[in-house]
């Protein structure tokens, strides 16, 4: 789509698309940055933001990102239900009057529903981690731009994940404590408070951030056990 196509196509229905972040700044709904209305109200942001190169070189390069790597990480951000086993008896069949009973019934292993829960948990795990994070990990290209921002912060965004995620482990600490000691504060760094436009940069621009972040959730949620 050319710019003017573009920003005629946003003008149209301006309006209806505005988000209010309080009563002199919205979310522009091209590129999604925070803009200060101003004295000139909405049609600063009309004649003014919507039509500059900043807004729509950053709604261009919105639309080439692959959405399927958006729904991607947003959903590993995201809690997920735990698989729950329904303990249900087997009811007991009638027999009809009159009908002989000299068959023996079938001995039911009683370990059966135990394997049977097994089996429905590994599937889950490997749904809801495994296929989609090999999913993600094909989609990326093998280097990423570098940005000014990703080298003078380095402990931010994606770039706080190491390339071994082994250093973020701590054998002194209980498995079923890790989520709590270590992943939730290193998981807060990276994400918290980001908005989607601002977990979209990240996906473009943070060099090898992002295949270190599929390093890391793949040793902790299989080597480590930890629940996603």
């Keep these: 789509m050319s710019y003017p196509q573009l920003q005629n196509h946003i003008i149209k229905d301006l309006t209806s698309l505005i988000q209010y972040l309080d009563d002199d700044h919205v979310i522009c709904p091209n ?12 049609l600063n942001l009309r004649d003014r933001h919507i039509s500059s190169k900043k807004c729509l070189d950053a709604a261009q390069a919105q ?13 590993f951000l995201q809690p997920r239900l735990k698989l729950v086993m329904l303990t249900v008896s087997t009811p007991s069949v009638l027999q009809p009057m009159g009908i002989a009973t000299n068959l023996k019934p079938s001995l039911v292993s009683k370990t059966a529903p135990a394997n049977r829960a097994t089996t429905l948990q590994v599937t889950e795990h490997e749904m809801s981690v495994s296929r989609p994070l090999n999913e993600l990990e094909a989609l990326l290209p093998d280097v990423l731009p570098i940005t000014t921002d990703s080298l003078l912060n380095p402990n ?6 190491p390339s ?3 250093v973020l482990d701590d054998p002194s600490i209980a498995r079923n404590n890790l989520w709590e000691e270590v ?7 990276a994400f918290w408070g980001k ?13 090898s951030g992002m295949h270190n972040f599929c390093r890391f959730v793949h040793y902790f ?7 996603p």
Excluded at 31 to 42: F, N, W
Excluded at 156 to 161: A, D, P, V
Excluded at 221 to 227: E, I, L, P, Y
């Design 31 to 42: 590129c999604d940055q925070h803009v200060g209305l101003g004295p000139g109200g909405l």
């Design 63 to 75: 639309d080439t990102i692959p959405k399927k790597i958006q729904s991607l990480l947003v959903g």
């Design 156 to 161: 931010t965004g994606l770039s706080i994940f």
């Design 164 to 166: 071994n995620p082994l």
């Design 183 to 189: 992943l939730n504060n290193v998981i807060h760094q």
């Design 195 to 207: 908005d989607t436009s601002q977990l979209v940069n990240m996906v473009q621009t943070e060099s």
């Design 221 to 227: 949620t299989d080597k480590c056990g930890v629940d």
